[in-house]
């Protein structure tokens, strides 16, 4: 017969119908157990009888004995005393024997006789009963008031008595034996029928247990065997989900028992270093994570409670590669929450690391680009600031070689030019210093500065500019303020920024006001400020909010990462810039920085600030051909 | 010819710049005056002789240009030697227009500024005995009745005594006498003489109404 689960319908659970089929086979068996019951209880009831009967009909033939035995002793015994002894035994022998006669045939709830029920006992019985019937008048017979009277009246007659007697006695003793050989034959039966009854009890209760037998093979057929099957089907089917799953994953996953020893690995993992499974089977994680990290992994693997904050781990490929990861722990216990080992999932981040170094490596290069430009701007005035000291050693030189070759010399008269033209020889070094100090890539150099230097630094390069430009420079430098922790080339570059805005927009003012004031002060919370004001044409009032945006310039020629740049670095140096419109239509830029700057700022630029995600790059506009001129 | 001595003045905002120039303007013997602005060199500049003026182009509130265009207005012309780092065009226009006479590019060689400066001090020592002459003669000429003025250009035209008797209407002894008192006033002792001192006044005054319409003294 087919076992299987029955092919289900659509949405058909085949749990319920396994369970639908266990409650029948359990009905099926309690009903079998039911009838078993109530066809064993009455013919176990008839089997408690038959052992009466038997014992009954046993017991007949030895009262009948007994029964010859008190009629003889009748017979001898010719005291009255005794004699009345002696009957009073014959009567209370057939008083019983005649009982149980009586209980065998018509049945007796004292004696516990169910009475005849077989044809062949009634029979048996049939044919004993004229024998039992002598018996019985006899023995009466024996005890009839004549015979007794006889006996009390003192010994009259008592010669005749015997003879009477033993005629009846005689009687007795002679269907005593037709008797017993009928009744020997009745037990006989009685016991066949008896040994009938056990018989079919045995046959019926095996055929109960048979059937209950098959039910419960029918059960093991019918619903074990389909459930298991369901249930390992199940379990495969779920075992292979989760396969499929931990094999998809696009991070990698090993499971450590808890010595620290792969037990398991997806596909990812093996690919991330290297290993077949079977290689990583048992080894030990030292094999695959970079050596600076082993203490870190085994610290975070010991931990048993709770999901630990995911942990940069560096695996070592087997080719020598190494692998970034984010890895995110799992602690694994047993039920009684014993430590069993630990789960990691992995997820590869080198691309993600090379990506964010290779931005911020543009983002160094695209300031470096900026400082360079800055510095293009200022070239000319640079050129003209290097000349200064230039021609001034030239013409000390010329002044020197004539005062020599006018003979009227005097090595004290040439002390004061050639001193002169040392100065001037360290000034011009001095510019070239700044200069190259500004234009180097140098990335993370972050150190103490004093902000005034770099202010000054920053306005003697863009002094010549200013000069030719016509604008006053005044300079307002505190004196208390505290060292800060920056990098040096990029705050300048800030400064940078911000000087040469002011100078494009000082360029059509009326030339006796064209200001810039640059002062330091101390702020409140012990930081220093620097703010670089000026009197120019200032920008419109909405400009502000997009005003450090990337691309946004309110100038024709402006590329619109100057202030992009500058805010980029002051916020990488944990500072805040902001800018207003001042009273008289001028712009106001503040940069603040905190002495002590970012505890981990290392000088790298961070790539994302500039693009920052708040304010969206308007790509659509980068790509136009003309440079973005909102408001020029 | 005069014997004043000749002075470079010397303007530029760069300390060392403005030294330097001293020291080597010294060192060949010249005598200089220098200045860190525009400003302070005209609170200090009387002309007394022949000068030029070494000034840097770009400094700060006034550049060299406007200090120039300022001398000029005036009247106070010197010839200026402009040191620039970078000549570029329209400056170069504006300083033609001004008349500007050198420019110097830096860097320079000290000599070649020398040389300069020793060519604009010889023009302007010309220039300033041109000028002390035009004065000499124009306060001769100064001293001259509007007559004798009137007699003087027919002189000059080569009228006789007769025909400018007859056009003054007086006799020719009287047009001897006011010739006589023309050569005193001119302090000339010949006709010869005389003729060639108006020539040369009014070649002089020609040319500074020419060069310089609101020149003056």
Known sequence: ?632 | MTTTTPVVYIVDDDADMRDSLVYLMQSVGLVTEAYASPHDFFQAYRRSGPACLVCDVRMPEVSGLELYERLVAEGAALPVIFMTAYADVPMAIRAMKSGAIEFVEKPFHAQTLLERVQLALSEDRRRWDEKLRFDDLELRMGLLTDKEQEALSLIMDGSPNKAIAARFDITERAVEMRRASIMKKLQVHSLAELIRLVTEFRLLSENRTRRRPTAGG
């Open chain 1, 1 to 632: 017969m087919s076992l299987s689960i029955p092919p289900a319908e659509p949405h058909a659970n085949p749990a319920r119908t396994l369970d639908r089929r266990y409650w029948c086979a359990l009905g099926l068996i309690a009903a079998l157990m039911v009838f078993h019951q109530l066809l064993l209880q009455p013919a176990l009831v008839r089997l408690t009888s038959d052992a009466p009967v038997i014992n009954v009909a046993g017991r007949q033939r030895m009262l009948s004995q007994k029964l010859s035995k008190a009629a003889l002793a009748l017979l001898t015994v010719t005291e009255p005393q005794p004699h009345e002894l002696r009957r009073r035994e014959l009567e209370s022998v057939l008083r019983e024997w005649t009982q149980a006669h009586r209980g065998l045939r018509e049945g007796d709830e004292g004696l516990r006789l169910p009475g005849i029920n077989s044809a062949a006992v009634k029979a048996a019985f049939a044919e004993v009963d004229p024998y039992y019937q002598a018996m019985v008048d006899a023995a009466n017979e024996l005890l009839s008031d004549d015979y007794a009277t006889m006996v009390l009246e003192g010994h009259r007659g008592l010669s005749e008595i015997p003879s009477a007697k033993a005629a009846v006695v005689q009687k007795i003793l002679a269907n005593e034996n037709a008797f017993l050989t009928r009744m020997h034959a009745i037990v006989a039966l009685y016991e066949a029928e008896s040994r009938q009854h056990m018989a079919q009890l045995k046959i019926l209760g095996l055929l109960i247990m048979a059937a209950i037998l098959g039910t419960l093979l029918l059960v093991q057929f019918v619903v074990v065997r389909p459930a298991v099957q369901l249930v390992g089907r199940e379990f495969e089917h779920s075992e292979a989900q989760y396969r499929r799953l931990v094999e998809s994953m696009s991070d990698g996953l090993v499971v450590h028992d808890a010595q620290e020893r792969v037990q398991f690995a997806n596909q990812r993992f093996c690919e991330m270093v290297g290993y077949q499974l079977h290689e990583l089977r048992g080894a030990p994680a030292a094999i695959f994570v970079a050596d600076g990290n082993r203490r870190r992994y085994d610290e975070f693997c010991r931990q048993t409670e709770g999901t630990t904050a995911p942990v940069e781990i560096t695996l070592r490929h087997r080719d020598g590669r190494f692998i970034e990861t984010l890895a995110f722990p799992q602690p694994l216990s047993d039920p009684e929450g014993k430590p069993q080992g630990f789960m990691l999932i992995l997820t590869d981040i080198t691309v993600r690391r090379q990506v964010e170094q290779r931005n911020r490596e543009l983002a160094e290069h695209l300031a470096h680009a900026d400082r360079l430009k800055s510095m293009g701007q200022l070239a000319a005035g640079l050129a003209h600031e290097i000349n200064q000291p230039l021609g001034a050693i030239s013409n000390y030189a010329e002044g020197c070689l004539t005062t020599l070759s006018t003979g009227a010399r005097s090595d004290q008269s040439l002390r004061e030019p050639l001193q002169r033209i040392l100065k001037a020889a360290l000034r011009g070094g001095e510019i070239i210093r700044r200069v190259r100090g500004f234009t180097q890539f140098k990335p993370h150099a972050v150190d103490l500065a004093q902000i005034n230097d770099l202010v000054t630094d920053m306005d003697h390069l863009c002094s010549t500019e200013a000069r030719s430009k016509g604008i006053e420079v005044r300079l307002e430098l505190a004196a208390d303020l505290p060292q800060v922790r920056v990098d040096a080339i990029q705050i300048q570059q800030v400064f940078a920024n911000l000087i040469q805005n002011a100078f494009a927009a000082l360029e059509n003012t009326e030339a006796y006001r064209r200001r810039l004031t640059i002062r330091t002060s101390r702020t409140h919370e012990d930081g220093v400020e620097v703010m670089i004001s000026d009197s120019g044409c200032g920008f419109p009032a909405d400009a502000i909010e997009k005003l450090f945006e990337p691309f946004y310039s309110t100038r024709q020629e402006g590329t619109g990462l100057g202030l992009a740049i500058a805010r980029s670095i002051v916020e990488a140096h944990g500072g805040v810039i902001t800018a207003e419109t001042n009273s008289d239509g001028g712009a106001t830029f503040r940069c603040r920085l905190s002495a002590d700057g970012p505890p981990d700022y290392d000088g790298n630029l961070p790539a994302e600030s500039m693009w920052n995600p708040s304010t969206p790059v308007n790509t659509a506009a980068a790509d136009r051909d003309a440079p973005i001129s909102v408001n020029s």
